[in-house]
DNA sequence: TGCGTAAATCGTAATGATTCTGATTAAGAA
DNA sequence: TTCTTAATCAGAATCATTACGATTTACGCA
């Protein structure tokens, strides 16, 4: 997903372009990492100084529900990415550091999915965590 | 794990045994359910009925450090269950309507490992989310 | 271009989970 | 039994998240 795609995916479910939203799409375009609601606001501060913290959330929460986000829930925070490949279906490492996020293509759920017969499967969750080449040779 | 063990665990760490948290590991001993703090208190409540929350957060984290109840987050809330066979690396299956689980036995992490040299690995999980046969026989 | 309406945003407050504090109680060693 | 220290308690603080009512703004339409 691109960031056009994005803005006309808001448009489409009709939602009304604001440059707020614009700055927020963009900055997760331009990024590959997992953001808190707080990540965004303090990235966004020098933009929109004054932009309430509810307009993040509730933005994340539209954007993640039109699949422009995806999201994943870390030690007690929801955090946010700019959706990957939409067609092909993966699932990422997240660096506990920093956020960022690396594709893993392979989903174990083929295997599963027959050892649960009579369960009414609705998601799955296979990340994997740890620190980055970048947060390892910073941190250690 | 069984009770006994686990209340063996609780001494060896140098935790003392009272009537409460024998109460709570007798809880989680007899279920195969995630359950939330507040589900502990509600279902304690009968035999404690004025048991500090506080209290059960507190000995949860114990519990949990202590390698005696497993633990994990589903939407913002922290759930534990019995630690199951702690030689035996394995996932579960958890049903969102009841949080009752199931083992898989299955780990995604063998193959993936290799995709991730330079990465420091510290942590991974594989859920799978649903509902149990009970509760698709009692919700649809 | 200007208007009107519904949606978006704002500031603030409510909620709910989690953690902390300081006082009191009780387990377990001597 | 006594003593020390951990455990528990009640209540408050903190933090993420969500809700509220008032104000502002996007954008379809004249």
Same mark, same amino acid.
């Given at each position: ?12 479910n !009709?939602?009304? +372009? #604001? ?8 900055? *997760? ?13 303090q990235?966004?501060?020098?933009? *929109?100084?004054?932009?309430s +913290?509810? #307009?993040?959330?509730?933005?994340l929460s539209?954007?993640?529900? =039109? !699949?422009?986000?995806? +999201?994943?829930? =870390?030690? !007690?925070?929801?955090?946010?990415? *700019? ?8 699932h990422?490492?997240?660096? #506990?550091e920093? !956020? ?18 009579g +369960?009414?499967i609705?998601?799955h ?6 620190k980055?080449?970048n947060?390892?040779?910073? *941190?250690?």
């Amino acid at each position: 997903m691109i960031l056009t795609e994005a803005i006309d995916m808001l448009k489409v479910n !009709g939602y009304k +372009y #604001t440059d707020k939203r614009g700055e927020l799409l963009r900055l *997760f375009a331009e990024s590959d990492k997992y953001l808190t609601a707080r990540d965004v606001q303090q990235a966004i501060e020098e933009k *929109f100084p004054s932009l309430s +913290y509810d #307009t993040i959330y509730r933005n994340l929460s539209v954007f993640a529900e =039109l !699949g422009i986000l995806e +999201y994943t829930e =870390l030690s !007690g925070e929801k955090r946010f990415r *700019f959706a990957c490949d939409v067609n092909h279906h993966h699932h990422h490492f997240i660096c #506990t550091e920093c !956020g960022v996020s690396k594709d893993i293509s392979l989903c174990p759920m083929k295997e599963v999915s027959g050892r649960l017969s009579g +369960y009414q499967i609705s998601g799955h969750k296979f990340e994997i965590y740890g620190k980055c080449p970048n947060c390892v040779a910073q *941190f250690g």
